[in-house]
C-alpha cells in the first residue's frame, strides 16, 4: 500500500519508517525544506535511538522517500496520515493551523478515494473538521477520516511502535478500518489489541491516556513534597503503592514535574476541552497548577543545598527532558537553568544529545563536554536529566573537579545514605 505520512517530526519520521518496516511504500513529507534536504542526504534531523539504521535499511530496500512535494504525496497515495505538530496556544488550547493546512492541501489535491488520518494529537471535534474541509473541495472525490493517536515515547519510539499496549483506531467507515487492519496487519499477527470505536471517542483517548499519566507524576510529586516535610522517603512510599497492582510502579518516580512536547501541552489542551465544553476537568486543573508548583520548587531544592546563588557556578549534567533524545521542549531541566540563571548563577551544562537544540535557546550557557568537565571549577552539581552515563559516575573524580561536593539529584539516581556515607552534601527529591 502507498502511504503518505505529512509531518516528518518524532512522530512521522518513527511512524514512517515503522510502515516502511512493515512493506508499505511511504513517502514521508515535510514543510521543512532543510529537514528534507538532511533526509535525502541521509542524515537524521532528530536523535532517536535506532532510527538512523532503520530510516536507512527502508530508504534502500526503496520503501521510503523524503519529499517537500505535497501534492505528489498526497496523488500517490492512498492513506494519507497527519502527523504535524499541535503546539500549544497562549490560552492551553492546541494550535490546529497546521492540521487545518493539511486539510486544506489533502481536499485540493486529492485525485481519487483517500483515508486521511490524524496521528497528531488534536482536541475532539478535529476529525469532523476535517471531514468539513474534505466536503467542501473537490466533492468527486470520496474519502474516508480516521482517528489513529500516537503513543510512542521518545527514546524508546521505535519499540513503542513495534510493540504497542494498544492501537486505538477511529473510524465509522468500514472501508476505511480495513485499509487500517491492513496497514497494521504486523501487529494484528502479535495478537496486539485493537480498540475500534467513533473519531470523537479515540481523539479522546490520547488526552485522556496523558491526562491519567500526567495526575501519576504530579500525584507523587505532591507525596514527594510531604515527604520533605515530613522526614520519610518518597521511593519507599512510591514502592509500596506501585506494588498494588491496582496502582502499579510505573509514573511513580518523583522528580522535577513533566515536561516534553506531549504532557504539558496535552493537559492543557484537555483543561481547554472541558472548557470549550462548558465544563471544568478538575483534576486535570489541579495537576497543571500542581506541576508548576513541582518544577518551581526545584530552585528552592537547590538555594537549600548550595547556600546563595549569586555568583557561585552549576555543573548541570542534562538538557533533554528526558533521556536517550534530543528534545527540549519544556524540559525541566531547561527551566531549572533558567531559574538558575535569573538567582545570578552562572551555569555550565552538558547533554549526550541535546546540546546543539539547547545552545539555541540559552545564550548565557556554557556547554562542557561531558560531566567530568562540566564539574570541573563549579561550585555545585545537578543532576537534571537521567542519562546512563550519568547512572555510572565516577563519584571521587566528579568530588575532585567541583569545588565542593555537592550534589543536587533532580532524578533520584543516587542513593542518599551513600552518597552521605561518603561526605557527599547530597539532595534528592523527596527523601526525607
Ligand atoms: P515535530 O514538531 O517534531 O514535527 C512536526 C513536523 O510537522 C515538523 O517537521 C514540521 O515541519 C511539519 N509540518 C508542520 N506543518 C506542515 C505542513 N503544512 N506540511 C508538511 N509538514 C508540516 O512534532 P512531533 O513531536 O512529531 O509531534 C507531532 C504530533 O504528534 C503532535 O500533535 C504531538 O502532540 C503528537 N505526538 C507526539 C509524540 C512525541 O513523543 N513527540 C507522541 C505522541 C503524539
Known amino acids: 500500500m502507498n502511504i503518505c505520512m505529512i509531518g516528518t517530526g518524532y512522530v512521522g519520521l518513527v511512524t514512517g519508517a515503522c510502515l516502511a518496516d512493515f512493506g508499505m511504500n511511504v513517502v514521508c513529507v515535510d514543510k521543512d525544506e532543510a529537514k528534507i534536504a538532511a533526509l535525502q542526504s541521509g542524515r537524521l534531523p532528530i536523535y532517536e535511538p535506532g532510527l538512523e539504521q532503520l530510516v536507512a535499511k527502508n530508504e534502500r530496500a526503496g520503501r521510503l522517500r523524503f519529499t517537500t512535494d505535497l501534492r505528489e504525496g498526497i496523488q500517490s497515495s492512498l492513506a494519507i496520515f497527519i502527523a504535524v505538530g499541535t503546539p500549544p496556544k497562549a490560552d492551553g488550547s492546541p494550535d490546529l493551523t497546521f492540521v487545518r493546512q493539511v486539510a486544506e492541501a489533502i481536499a485540493e489535491h486529492r485525485n481519487g478515494y483517500k483515508v486521511v488520518i490524524t496521528k497528531s494529537t488534536v482536541p475532539t471535534g478535529t476529525g469532523k473538521m476535517i471531514e468539513e474541509i474534505l466536503a467542501k473541495k473537490n466533492g468527486g472525490h470520496p474519502f474516508s477520516v480516521v482517528s489513529n493517536p500516537e503513543f510512542l515515547r521518545e527514546g524508546s519510539a521505535i519499540a ?9 483506531i477511529g473510524a465509522s467507515d468500514p472501508r476505511a478500518i480495513e485499509v ?5 496487519s504486523p501487529l494484528y499477527l502479535i495478537e496486539t489489541p485493537f480498540v475500534i470505536t467513533d473519531v470523537a471517542s479515540a481523539e479522546l483517548i490520547k488526552y485522556a491516556s496523558n ?26 512510599v512510591a514502592r509500596g503503592m506501585g506494588l498494588d497492582r491496582r ?10 514535574g513533566f515536561g516534553g512536547s506531549c504532557f504539558p501541552k496535552d493537559t ?28 518551581s520548587r526545584m530552585i528552592e531544592r537547590i538555594a537549600q543545598a548550595a547556600g546563595p546563588l549569586r555568583g557561585k557556578t552549576a555543573a548541570v549534567l542534562g538538557l533533554s527532558f528526558k533521556p536517550e533524545t534530543d528534545d527540549i521542549r519544556e524540559s525541566p531541566a531547561i527551566a531549572v537553568i533558567r531559574d538558575l540563571l535569573a538567582a545570578g548563577a552562572a551555569v555550565r551544562a552538558c547533554d549526550p544529545a541535546a546540546v546543539d537544540n539547547a ?50 539529584d533532580l532524578r533520584n539516581v543516587y542513593d542518599p545514605r551513600e552518597m552521605r556515607a561518603t561526605g557527599w552534601n547530597y539532595t534528592g527529591v523527596g527523601r526525607g
Open 160 to 168: 513503542d511502535f513495534l510493540r504497542p499496549d494498544r492501537i486505538v
Open 180 to 184: 487500517m487492519k491492513e496497514i497494521y
Open 247 to 256: 496502582i502499579g510502579p510505573r509514573f511513580l518516580q518523583p522528580g522535577p
Open 268 to 295: 492543557a489542551a484537555a483543561a481547554d476541552l472541558a472548557r470549550q465544553h462548558g465544563d471544568v476537568f478538575e483534576i486535570i486543573e489541579a495537576t497543571i497548577r500542581a506541576n508548576a508548583r513541582t518544577k
Open 359 to 408: 545552545r539555541a535557546v540559552l545564550p548565557d550557557v556554557t556547554f562542557a563536554k561531558g560531566p567530568y568537565d562540566c564539574a570541573t571549577g563549579a561550585d555545585f552539581l545537578v543532576l537534571a536529566t537521567e542519562w546512563n552515563e550519568f547512572r555510572a559516575l565516577n563519584l571521587q573524580e566528579l568530588g575532585r573537579r567541583l569545588k565542593s561536593k555537592t550534589m543536587v
Open 211 to 236: 491526562g491519567f499519566l500526567a495526575v501519576k507524576i504530579s500525584f507523587i510529586n505532591e507525596i514527594a513534597r510531604l515527604c520533605e516535610k515530613m522526614g520519610a522517603d518518597a521511593h519507599d
